[in-house]
Structure formats: C-alpha cells, structure tokens
C-alpha cells in the first residue's frame, strides 16, 4: 500500500481525550522542571484542561459518530457520562487542594494522575469493542493504583494502594477471559460485530460464561457484591480527597462501561446477563443497607453506601429497557451530586489542624455550624431516599423501570433495603442534632465550599427543575437502543 493509499481516521470525536492527553504531557515537562514550586500551577493547569474538555464534550453533537475503524463511538449517552466524569474529576481536585497543603504532601503529581484516570475513564464511556473498552479501563486502573497509595508515609494509603492493585489485577484478567471467550466464540471484539453474531437469540455455553467473566471484571470496578471485598479497605486508608473521587468519577465511568457492553453487545441475550445483574444489584443492596449499620468511620461508611448505590443503579440496567437506562443516567447524576456535597463536609472536619473521620466529631454540628450541617443532614436524607430530595427520584425512576419490565420482586427487595439503609444515614442527622456539641471546626477552604454549595442546590432544588436533568438522561438512554 503506498503512501495515497493511506487513510488516516477523524480524531475529531476524541478531541476531548486528546486535549487531555497533550496537556497532560506538557504539564508533567513543566513539573519536572519546576518540581514541587510548580504544584500550584499544575493544578490550575488541570483544571483548565478539565473544564476545556467539558466545553468540547458539550458542544459534540448527540448523533452516533464512530471513528478508528469503528471501536470509538460519541453518542448522547457517551456525551452525558463523559459531562459527570469530568465533573467528578475537577471536583476531586478542588477538593485536594487544602488537604494536601495541611498534610505537606503538596506534590504536582497528583492532578496529573487524576487526569489519566480521566483519559481512561472517557474511552470506556466511548468504548465501542472489547479492546478499546479494557484499553481504558486499565489507562484509568494504573493511575488509580498510585493515588491509592499518593500518601506514601502513611502506611494505611501504601496498604490501600497494595490491596487495590492487588485484587484489580485479579478482576482484569477476568475481564480479559471473558472478553477472550466472547472472541473466540463470536470471531469479533467489536460490539456490533457481536450483535450480529448472536442476533438469533442462541448463545452456547462459552459465550455464557465469557458473559459471566465480563460481569465479574465489571462488578470489581463498580465496587458491587461480590466483589466488592476492596472498597472499604481502600476508602478507609485512601487520602480522604482520594476516596472522594474513587466514589465519584471512576464510578460513573465503570456504570458507563457496564450499560454499554451490556446494552451495546448482548442486546439479544439479555435473558442471560439480567439474571447476572438481578444478583448483584440484590447483594449489593443488601449488604451496602446492612453491612454500614456498624460503621463508626465515616469513610467506612461511605464505602458501604457507594456499594448500596451501585446496586440501585443496577436495577435499571436489569430492566433491559430504555427507561430503565434512563433511570440508570439520572440516578447517577443525583449520587455525583450527593456523594461530592458528602465528601466536601467530610474534608471539612478539621479541628486544630487534625483531621476527624468518625461519626463522634459530628457532635451537635448543628449548633456550631449549622449551615454545614443542613447541607450534610440533605445529602444524608437524599441518600436515604427521602422526598422531596433528589435521591428519591433517583429510586423512583429505577425502581419503576424494574416494575415496568416484571421485575417486581427486584423492586420490592430495593424498597425494603432502602428502609434499611436509612437508619445509619438518619443516626448520622441525629448525631449532628441532638448530641451535645464539640469545640468548633476549622474554617472550610473555598474549595470544599464551591463543591458543597453546588452538590447542595441539585440535591434540594431537583424537584423544582426535573426536565433539563430527565431530557438529557432520556436522549443518552434513546441513543443506545
């Protein structure tokens, strides 16, 4: 082939992860030749990037443009989760900013490596077969893995870097064996190609358990039951602001991932993989509702509610149905929302320099900042599902998603675990209201204090403008089916 022969493809549909990738480079010639006196301006710098990215993803039509010979795909839904991702990321690193400074572990690394997770974490929501999607996933696992352990004094953040590695190494191999049997059986890695290739409806045994496989490696980065062994652990010795984006970003990046190998690639096998994902959405249910009762650490206890909420998302992959993708799309805008607001006031509880992570340092919140507290006391009842908040929307829309595609059971199971769940997120409100009241916190950073403000108005202001929210949900659940 010569030289005319040669077509190069349209990088115009990845834009958004080549502007990241090239200011990423030139971000880390300035740091290493600055060293630690350019940490302030790196984060500036990521930050810019970040909202850059964010403009070019919102102004990319919602048609389905394809590109590298079909296994890159911008569609409405890409273009939604790829909005939570970067906002997920640019929240984690406004949120850094004071602890790391307080901490004296200023170092210009680390938004660096929050924007190759982000890389990775935008080709999987724009993955379009199995090579591009584990490509992502592991670009995004590898700069997870440092962060975990970016307190490399601290020997809970080395063993929560240690144990993340570990078990997400073990959960890659298992998505690579079952993307290899979903291969071998199919003869294509492309989602398409494997849509055509079981559009009869009959999947023998090797493609049955490549989909078992791939719903193992899936369930790992969710942080869903049962393989959800790591996510306490690694929350816990994390850096807080570290566990804050591990709950927020990666999250909507692996939910992306899942809905669409699921939806993309097995469309006319779902009786298959539903009752894969009924499981795990019931486990992670459960044991998020009941495994936090006796939680003490805060941070432990957000672990076990992300595992919940992974679950109630997962209700509405299981109904297979465009409202249940839809459903899918707005839960995971509102838990970005919550989650973000929870973690702000979390990073928040200072007192004397020292940092508090216990359910205890909430003590009479309420009477020494009662601001603070009313905005942790709405993500703590949103979470619950309490209306008029947002978080009951969120399960209202999954929930009857489930319920329309005759899986009553799974909704019912939902309701009664979150009955459960909400009597640590109600304890919580208790401690901050009616216990007697600590000496006061430090001041909240400006930072935290944008985070919180913002997570505040979509956790409480829901009701009154659901339709911007539920439009751009159901044109990224409309773009998939």
Known sequence: MNAAQIVMPSLGPALPELILAVGVLVLILYGSFRGERSAEAVNVGALVLLVLALFVVMSQSGAKITTLNGSFIVDGFSKVMKVLILLGSAAAILLSRDYFQRERIDRFEFPLLILLCTIGMLVMASANDLIAMYLGLELQSLAAYVIAAFHRDNLRSTEAGLKYFVLGALSSGML?????????????????????????GNAGFGIVLGIVFVAAGVAFKMSAVPFHMWTPDVYEGS????????????????????????????????????????????ASMALGSFAA??????????????????????????????????????????YLAMTLGAFAVILSLRRGGQMFETLDDLSGLSRTHPVLAFCLAAMMFSLAGIPPLAGFFGKYFVFRAAIEANLVA???????????????????VKVMYF???????????????????????????????????????????????
């Open 239 to 282: 850096p807080t602001p570290v566990t804050a984006f591990f709950a927020s970003a990666p999250k909507m990046a692996a939910v992306a991932m899942t809905v669409r190998i699921f939806i993309g690639a097995f469309p006319d096998v779902t009786a298959i993989w539903q009752q894969i994902i009924v499981f795990i959405a019931i």
């Open 435 to 481: 216990d007697e009241p600590l000496a006061p916190y430090d001041p909240m950073p400006p930072g935290l204090r944008i985070v919180l403000g913002l997570s505040t108005v979509v956790v409480v202001l829901f009701v009154l403008l659901p339709a911007p929210l539920r439009g751009a949900a159901d044109a990224a659940a409309k773009s998939l089916f």
């Open 410 to 428: 799974l909704a019912i199971i939902g309701v009664v675990t979150s009955v459960v769940g909400a009597f640590y997120y109600l304890r919580l």
């Open 176 to 200: 690579l064996y079952g993307s290899s049997l979903v291969y071998g059986f199919t003869g294509t890695v492309s989602f398409p190609g494997i849509v055509a290739a079981l559009s009869d």
């Open 293 to 334: 009762i006796g939680q003490r650490s805060i941070k432990r206890l957000m672990a076990y509610s992300s595992i919940g909420n992974i679950g109630y998302a997962l209700v509405g992959l299981a109904a297979g149905s465009q409202a249940g993708i839809s459903g899918v799309v707005i839960y995971m805008i509102i």
